[in-house]
């Protein structure tokens, strides 16, 4: 049987997370190539029916990277996106999907490293959760 | 506006566990500016509802349709063709809303997906409070806009009573005693004789006195 390789969708601010992990690559830094990256404008774009999308659509995991606390370019985007990761984590525990299967990151432009440590981290993860109980069940519909 | 807030997903989910395609209908008035049944939190519960029910192997197909209001029998029956084809409807309006639908479509079970709270409006984003005891009778023109029935634990109407300090309520430090803030703001507008008129007793038969209200207005009826 072929071993399980979690599928991870990262959504990425444009202005910290995504260019941090473009420097990994600039860096040739090896990390999980597991990671799938959402460009985002700003983590306080991102909203709840895209983060479910993604659970729907077949992702075993799911995480947000935004800036640093304090440094987002939008003053407060990180910090409310953090909040609607929260609120999204306890939606999850509740489906019985698991909320351990979201989380929030926080990086700078500068740290490419962290990219990559996140990739892994994350990736191990969700292969210790193993592959997300949505996967072998047929889908009832599409979205109304 | 209706403050309402979510029911837990399980407990909407249990309504549901026998059926295999649902309607979640928000609706566009007061739940959707309180964010507790517009369109967004609508697409939401269904996507819960629908990973749920795939994880407990039971897959759910929904359908969801956000109302212009839920309160008015021209918007219910416009919903009729989404309603057709599914096994029951999921309100996320207040406790109106539900209702109509019931009333309208006859043969379909209607479950609440959210328990209504209050009248009142919102403080800050996130937070509601209640204002209006919708009491049939209103005060307001006596107490420098600030309502006593409701926001007075007590619904005193000659107040304070002994449990205001430092113009807090007794019933906790969160709590403002409103008749504070009658004082306050009368003083401000100069207006402190209306506190030398004694407020007569309340005639609650305005209120839930007699059953559910009816308002009816001859010269907008068609």
Redesign the interface.
Known sequence: MKAFEPQIIAFCCLNCAYSAADLAGSLRLQYAPNVRIVEMPCTGAI???VL??A??EGADGVFVAGCLEGDCHYLQGNTRAEKRVKALQK??D????GGERLEMFNLSTAMGARFAQIANEMTERIRLLGPS??KS???????? | MIIAEQKPLKEVADFIKDCNKVLVAGCGGCVTVCLSGGEKETEILASALRIKRRIEGKPLETVTYTATRQCDPEFIEAMESVVRDVDAVISLACGVGPQYLAERYQDKPVYPALNTKFAGGSRTHGVWEEYCGLCGDCILHRTGGICPVIRCPKSILNGPCGGSQNGKCEIGQEVDCVWQLIHDRLKRLGRLDLLKEIAPLKDWSKSRDGGPRRMTREDVMI
């Open positions: 909203d709840h029916r479910l999308q659970f729907e939606i999850l509740e489906t019985g999907l109980p949505l069940k047929p889908k009832g519909g599409g979205p109304g």
